[in-house]
T-cell receptor, first 111, second 113 residues
Framework: GQNIDQPTEMTATEGAIVQINCTYQTSGFNGLFWYQQHAGEAPTFLSYNVLDGLEEKGRFSSFLSRSKGYSYLLLKELQMKDSASYLCAVEGNTGFQKLVFGTGTRLLVSP | EPEVTQTPSHQVTQMGQEVILRCVPISNHLYFYWYRQILGQKVEFLVSFYNNEISEKSEIFDDQFSVERPDGSNFTLKIRSTKLEDSAMYFC???????????FGEGSRLTVL
Protein backbone atom coordinates (compact mmCIF):
# COMPACT_ATOMS: atom_id res chain seq x y z
CA GLY A 1 0.00 0.00 0.00
CA GLN A 2 0.86 3.65 -0.12
CA ASN A 3 0.88 5.90 2.92
CA ILE A 4 2.35 9.37 3.19
CA ASP A 5 2.06 11.34 6.41
CA GLN A 6 2.71 15.00 7.01
CA PRO A 7 1.31 17.42 9.58
CA THR A 8 -1.93 19.11 8.59
CA GLU A 9 -1.02 22.62 9.68
CA MET A 10 1.92 24.59 10.99
CA THR A 11 2.38 28.20 11.99
CA ALA A 12 5.53 30.28 12.15
CA THR A 13 6.58 33.90 12.23
CA GLU A 14 8.27 35.95 9.57
CA GLY A 15 12.05 35.53 9.57
CA ALA A 16 11.94 32.22 11.41
CA ILE A 17 12.91 28.72 10.29
CA VAL A 18 10.37 25.92 9.92
CA GLN A 19 10.80 22.21 9.23
CA ILE A 20 7.98 20.24 7.64
CA ASN A 21 8.30 16.48 8.06
CA CYS A 22 7.07 13.72 5.81
CA THR A 23 7.12 9.99 6.44
CA TYR A 24 6.18 7.44 3.83
CA GLN A 25 5.55 3.75 3.35
CA THR A 26 5.20 2.89 -0.31
CA SER A 27 5.45 -0.27 -2.38
CA GLY A 28 8.07 1.25 -4.67
CA PHE A 29 10.35 4.24 -4.31
CA ASN A 30 12.43 6.16 -6.81
CA GLY A 31 12.49 9.64 -5.33
CA LEU A 32 10.65 12.22 -3.27
CA PHE A 33 9.31 15.59 -4.35
CA TRP A 34 8.31 18.67 -2.43
CA TYR A 35 5.84 21.04 -4.05
CA GLN A 36 4.42 24.36 -2.92
CA GLN A 37 0.75 25.03 -3.62
CA HIS A 38 -1.04 28.31 -3.02
CA ALA A 39 -4.80 28.04 -2.66
CA GLY A 40 -6.49 27.50 -6.01
CA GLU A 41 -3.21 27.30 -7.89
CA ALA A 42 -1.01 24.61 -9.39
CA PRO A 43 1.69 22.83 -7.41
CA THR A 44 5.07 24.45 -7.98
CA PHE A 45 8.22 22.32 -7.90
CA LEU A 46 10.56 22.93 -4.95
CA SER A 47 12.87 19.92 -4.73
CA TYR A 48 13.51 16.35 -5.75
CA ASN A 49 15.59 13.94 -3.64
CA VAL A 50 16.75 10.55 -4.86
CA LEU A 51 19.77 9.91 -2.65
CA ASP A 52 20.07 10.22 1.12
CA GLY A 53 21.16 13.58 2.40
CA LEU A 54 20.44 17.26 2.27
CA GLU A 55 19.83 19.26 -0.91
CA GLU A 56 20.00 23.03 -0.50
CA LYS A 57 18.44 25.52 -2.86
CA GLY A 58 18.39 29.09 -1.61
CA ARG A 59 16.09 29.49 1.39
CA PHE A 60 14.71 25.98 0.93
CA SER A 61 16.44 22.69 1.74
CA SER A 62 15.16 19.14 1.55
CA PHE A 63 16.45 16.05 3.32
CA LEU A 64 15.88 12.39 2.60
CA SER A 65 16.55 9.18 4.49
CA ARG A 66 15.49 6.23 2.35
CA SER A 67 16.16 3.67 5.08
CA LYS A 68 13.87 5.52 7.50
CA GLY A 69 11.22 6.47 4.96
CA TYR A 70 11.59 10.07 6.06
CA SER A 71 12.04 13.47 4.49
CA TYR A 72 11.80 17.05 5.61
CA LEU A 73 11.56 20.43 3.95
CA LEU A 74 13.38 23.26 5.71
CA LEU A 75 12.35 26.82 5.03
CA LYS A 76 14.63 29.59 6.28
CA GLU A 77 14.09 33.34 6.64
CA LEU A 78 10.35 32.88 6.29
CA GLN A 79 8.42 35.47 4.31
CA MET A 80 4.70 36.16 4.29
CA LYS A 81 4.51 34.84 0.72
CA ASP A 82 5.65 31.42 2.00
CA SER A 83 2.16 30.92 3.45
CA ALA A 84 0.94 28.00 1.35
CA SER A 85 0.45 24.26 1.39
CA TYR A 86 3.57 22.12 1.07
CA LEU A 87 3.03 18.78 -0.60
CA CYS A 88 5.25 15.76 -0.11
CA ALA A 89 5.02 13.32 -3.05
CA VAL A 90 6.67 9.96 -3.60
CA GLU A 91 7.70 8.82 -7.07
CA GLY A 92 7.29 5.09 -7.55
CA ASN A 93 9.58 2.86 -9.54
CA THR A 94 7.25 1.92 -12.37
CA GLY A 95 9.26 3.96 -14.84
CA PHE A 96 6.77 6.82 -15.11
CA GLN A 97 6.04 9.67 -12.76
CA LYS A 98 3.03 8.32 -10.97
CA LEU A 99 3.42 10.54 -7.94
CA VAL A 100 1.61 9.69 -4.74
CA PHE A 101 0.91 12.87 -2.83
CA GLY A 102 0.43 13.45 0.85
CA THR A 103 -2.46 15.60 2.01
CA GLY A 104 -0.16 18.60 2.33
CA THR A 105 0.91 20.81 5.23
CA ARG A 106 -0.73 24.20 5.38
CA LEU A 107 1.85 26.71 6.58
CA LEU A 108 0.73 30.05 7.94
CA VAL A 109 3.41 32.70 8.32
CA SER A 110 2.46 35.58 10.57
CA PRO A 111 4.17 38.97 10.98
CA GLU B 1 10.20 30.42 -18.90
CA PRO B 2 8.32 27.64 -20.70
CA GLU B 3 5.12 26.52 -19.03
CA VAL B 4 2.29 24.04 -19.30
CA THR B 5 -0.92 25.78 -20.33
CA GLN B 6 -4.45 24.52 -19.79
CA THR B 7 -7.86 25.50 -21.09
CA PRO B 8 -10.49 26.19 -19.97
CA SER B 9 -9.58 27.55 -16.56
CA HIS B 10 -13.10 26.80 -15.34
CA GLN B 11 -15.89 24.75 -16.87
CA VAL B 12 -19.39 24.20 -15.54
CA THR B 13 -21.35 21.32 -17.02
CA GLN B 14 -24.47 19.29 -16.43
CA MET B 15 -24.24 15.72 -15.19
CA GLY B 16 -24.06 13.29 -18.10
CA GLN B 17 -22.44 15.75 -20.49
CA GLU B 18 -19.10 15.19 -22.19
CA VAL B 19 -16.20 17.42 -21.26
CA ILE B 20 -12.83 17.90 -22.94
CA LEU B 21 -10.00 19.54 -21.04
CA ARG B 22 -7.07 20.75 -23.08
CA CYS B 23 -3.39 21.07 -22.28
CA VAL B 24 -0.34 22.27 -24.15
CA PRO B 25 2.71 20.66 -22.52
CA ILE B 26 6.17 22.19 -22.65
CA SER B 27 7.40 21.78 -26.22
CA ASN B 28 10.40 19.49 -25.76
CA HIS B 29 8.73 17.29 -23.16
CA LEU B 30 7.91 13.68 -23.96
CA TYR B 31 5.95 12.51 -20.92
CA PHE B 32 2.47 13.79 -20.17
CA TYR B 33 0.20 13.34 -17.20
CA TRP B 34 -3.20 14.19 -15.80
CA TYR B 35 -3.75 14.59 -12.09
CA ARG B 36 -6.82 15.79 -10.25
CA GLN B 37 -7.54 17.40 -6.89
CA ILE B 38 -11.00 17.35 -5.37
CA LEU B 39 -11.53 20.44 -3.24
CA GLY B 40 -9.78 20.06 0.10
CA GLN B 41 -8.26 16.71 -0.78
CA LYS B 42 -4.91 15.45 -2.00
CA VAL B 43 -3.63 15.56 -5.55
CA GLU B 44 -4.29 12.20 -7.24
CA PHE B 45 -2.67 10.60 -10.27
CA LEU B 46 -4.97 9.77 -13.15
CA VAL B 47 -2.88 8.74 -16.15
CA SER B 48 0.53 8.94 -17.76
CA PHE B 49 1.09 9.08 -21.53
CA TYR B 50 4.23 8.45 -23.52
CA ASN B 51 4.98 7.66 -27.13
CA ASN B 52 1.32 8.15 -28.09
CA GLU B 53 -0.06 5.63 -25.66
CA ILE B 54 -1.15 5.33 -22.08
CA SER B 55 1.72 4.01 -19.98
CA GLU B 56 -0.04 3.81 -16.63
CA LYS B 57 -3.44 4.68 -15.20
CA SER B 58 -5.07 4.70 -11.80
CA GLU B 59 -8.31 3.09 -10.63
CA ILE B 60 -9.98 6.49 -11.00
CA PHE B 61 -9.29 6.46 -14.74
CA ASP B 62 -12.16 4.20 -15.77
CA ASP B 63 -13.88 3.76 -19.14
CA GLN B 64 -15.45 7.21 -18.88
CA PHE B 65 -12.02 8.81 -19.22
CA SER B 66 -9.78 8.97 -22.27
CA VAL B 67 -6.70 10.89 -23.31
CA GLU B 68 -5.44 11.87 -26.70
CA ARG B 69 -2.60 13.74 -28.32
CA PRO B 70 -4.40 14.85 -31.48
CA ASP B 71 -1.46 16.82 -32.86
CA GLY B 72 2.10 17.71 -31.96
CA SER B 73 1.21 20.18 -29.26
CA ASN B 74 -2.10 19.39 -27.54
CA PHE B 75 -2.87 16.76 -24.93
CA THR B 76 -6.52 16.30 -24.00
CA LEU B 77 -8.53 14.62 -21.28
CA LYS B 78 -12.08 13.62 -22.17
CA ILE B 79 -14.75 12.63 -19.69
CA ARG B 80 -17.56 10.98 -21.66
CA SER B 81 -20.46 11.28 -19.23
CA THR B 82 -19.67 13.46 -16.26
CA LYS B 83 -20.78 12.60 -12.73
CA LEU B 84 -21.12 14.89 -9.74
CA GLU B 85 -18.03 13.32 -8.20
CA ASP B 86 -15.93 14.35 -11.19
CA SER B 87 -16.03 17.91 -9.88
CA ALA B 88 -12.38 18.73 -9.19
CA MET B 89 -9.37 20.70 -10.35
CA TYR B 90 -7.66 18.81 -13.17
CA PHE B 91 -3.95 19.39 -13.57
CA CYS B 92 -1.97 18.55 -16.65
CA UNK B 93 1.75 17.95 -16.17
CA UNK B 94 4.71 17.21 -18.38
CA UNK B 95 8.35 16.24 -18.06
CA UNK B 96 11.34 15.87 -20.31
CA UNK B 97 12.39 12.54 -18.83
CA UNK B 98 10.53 9.84 -16.95
CA UNK B 99 12.00 11.07 -13.71
CA UNK B 100 13.00 14.39 -12.18
CA UNK B 101 11.13 17.67 -12.27
CA UNK B 102 7.47 17.46 -13.22
CA UNK B 103 5.88 20.70 -14.39
CA PHE B 104 2.21 21.31 -13.63
CA GLY B 105 -0.20 23.56 -15.48
CA GLU B 106 -2.47 26.04 -13.70
CA GLY B 107 -5.36 23.60 -13.73
CA SER B 108 -8.87 23.41 -15.12
CA ARG B 109 -11.61 23.57 -12.55
CA LEU B 110 -14.54 21.33 -13.50
CA THR B 111 -17.88 21.80 -11.78
CA VAL B 112 -20.56 19.20 -12.51
CA LEU B 113 -24.11 20.20 -11.58
Amino acid sequence: GQNIDQPTEMTATEGAIVQINCTYQTSGFNGLFWYQQHAGEAPTFLSYNVLDGLEEKGRFSSFLSRSKGYSYLLLKELQMKDSASYLCAVEGNTGFQKLVFGTGTRLLVSP
Amino acid sequence: EPEVTQTPSHQVTQMGQEVILRCVPISNHLYFYWYRQILGQKVEFLVSFYNNEISEKSEIFDDQFSVERPDGSNFTLKIRSTKLEDSAMYFCASSEKNTGELFFGEGSRLTVL
